[in-house]
C-alpha cells in the first residue's frame, strides 16, 4: 500500500520541497514550484521544447504554469538514470515513496515516448526503465514494488507471504506485468531498438506467462498468498492469504488492484482486458524477435483468445437502467461487483490502454454507469465531482479519474469540462494530487505523485495538439 499524506496547503510542493526553498515569478498566483535546473534528477531537451512551444502559444497562463510543473514531473524528481557495462539503467520512484512500481513506473515514462527519436538522451532513459524492469519481474514476478538496493529490507518484510530483500511491496496484480509488456512493445514500435529485448527480457515474458497461468486457479489456487497485519481490510487478504474463491473459467486473478487495495471478486475485469491486449503484444515482439520459439507465441496468444472469451462470457452484467456493461469484478460463479475505481487499468480506462474501441455498445454501456452517481465511487461535491475509490476514502476524488475521462472522451465540451475541473482543484499548489476532496480540494492526499501528474500533462499536450481551442482561458 502506498503511505497516503493528508495535506491541507501545507506548503510541501510537487518536488518534495518547502517553498522557502523556491523562487517565485512575479505574477503571486503562479509561484515557481518546479524544481530548479541544478536539482533536476534529468533534463530532456525535447521535453523542454514541448513546454516551450506550449506557453508560447497557449494563452491561459494557468494552464501554461500548471503545463510546466506537471509534464516534466517524472524527469524533474523521480528518475535515477545510470549505465551498467554500457547498458541502461533507469530507477524510478513513484514521488514521496522510495521504491519503483512496475505499473507505476511505465505510465510515469510513458509520455515521453512520443519524443524519443529526437531525444538519444530520453531513449536511453527509457530502455533503461524497461532494463531494470527486467531485472525486478525476474527477480519475483508476483511483487508489485521494488528497492534499488537489492539488499534493502523494508517496510513490508513482516507481511505474510515470500518476501526477500530488495522487494518493497509483494501485492499481486495483473496489470504489474501488463504496464512493462505496454511500455516495451511501444518503445520497440517507436524506436526500432531491440537491444532491451534480449533473452532476459524473453525469461521475464516467460514467466509472465507463467504467473498468469497459474493464477488462472484452473487445478489449485497457486502459490501466491498474501496477507498483513493491520486495521485496513483493503491491505489483506481473507481465506488464508488466497482471496474469496473463484470459479476457474479462464480468466486470471488479480489479488489486488492497481489502487493497491484487495479485490473482493478475484477476477478484476479492467486488468484481464490488460492483459488479452498485453499477451499479443508480447507475442508479436516475440515472433519478431526470438522467431526460434514458436511454442511460447502460440502458448500467448492461446490464453489471450482465452481470455477474451471467458471476459465477454463471465464478464459482464445486464444492468436495470443501463443495459449489459461490463463488471468490476466477478468470481465466475456468477456474482458480481458493479463499481468502477479510479486506477488505470479500469473500466474507464480500457480504451487507454487499447483494450477495446470506444465505440464498443457495451463499453459505452459501462462509461455511462461508471460516470453516474449509480457507480459507489463516484462523488459529486461543491467543488467537482469525479471517480475515486475505498483507497483514498469517501468522498476522494481523484484526478487521475478526471484525466482518463478527458483521454477516453472524443466530446470536446466533456475534454474542456474535465481539463476546467483539473485547473480548479490543484488547490494552488500547481501540481496534481492522488485525491482531493469533492467539497474542498484543498484536503487532498499526496503532494509528489508523479504519474498524476505527468498524466495530466500528457493531456494537455495532446489537446493542444488536437484541439487546442479547448485551452483558452
Known sequence: MKRRIFLRNTGLLGAGLLASELSFAAAPQFPVVRVAPSKRHFKSKSVDAAIKTFQSKVKNPELQWLFENCFPNTLDTTVYYTENGGKPDTYVITGDIDAMWLRDS??????????????????????????????????????????????????????????????????????????????AYHYWKKTGDTKPFDANWKKAITSTLQVFKEQQRKENRGPYHFQRQTTQPTDSLPMGGYGFPVNPVGLICSAFRPSDDATIFP????????????????????????????????ELLALADEVSVAIQKYGTANH????????????????????????????LSLPYLGAIAENDEVYKNTRKFVLSTDNPYYFKGSAAEGIGGPHAGQDMIWPMSLTIRALTSNDKEEIKWCIQTLQKTHAGTGFMHESFHKDDPARFTRSWFAWSNTLFGELLWRTYNTTPELLKA
Open 106 to 183: 511505465s505510465a510515469q515514462v510513458w509520455p515521453y515516448l512520443q519524443f524519443v527519436n529526437e531525444d538519444k538522451p530520453l531513449k536511453n532513459l527509457i530502455a533503461g526503465v524497461i532494463n531494470h524492469q527486467t531485472k525486478s519481474i525476474l527477480k519475483d514476478p508476483y511483487a508489485n514494488a521494488f528497492y534499488n538496493d537489492p539488499a534493502k529490507i523494508g517496510e513490508w518484510q513482516t507481511d505474510h507471504t515470500t518476501m526477500s530483500p530488495g522487494i518493497h511491496e509483494r501485492k499481486w496484480e495483473i496489470d504489474s506485468l501488463c504496464y512493462p509488456i505496454r511500455l
Open 320 to 347: 436495470p437502467k443501463y443495459g449489459k456493461i461490463y463488471a468490476f469484478e466477478v468470481d465466475g460463479f456468477g456474482s458480481s461487483y458493479l463499481m468502477d475505481d479510479s486506477n488505470v487499468p479500469s473500466l
Open 267 to 298: 477476477f478484476l475485469i479492467p486488468a484481464n482486458f490488460f492483459a488479452v491486449v498485453s499477451l499479443q503484444q508480447a507475442a508479436e515482439m516475440i515472433k519478431a524477435l526470438h522467431q526460434e520459439d514458436s511454442a511460447l507465441v502460440n
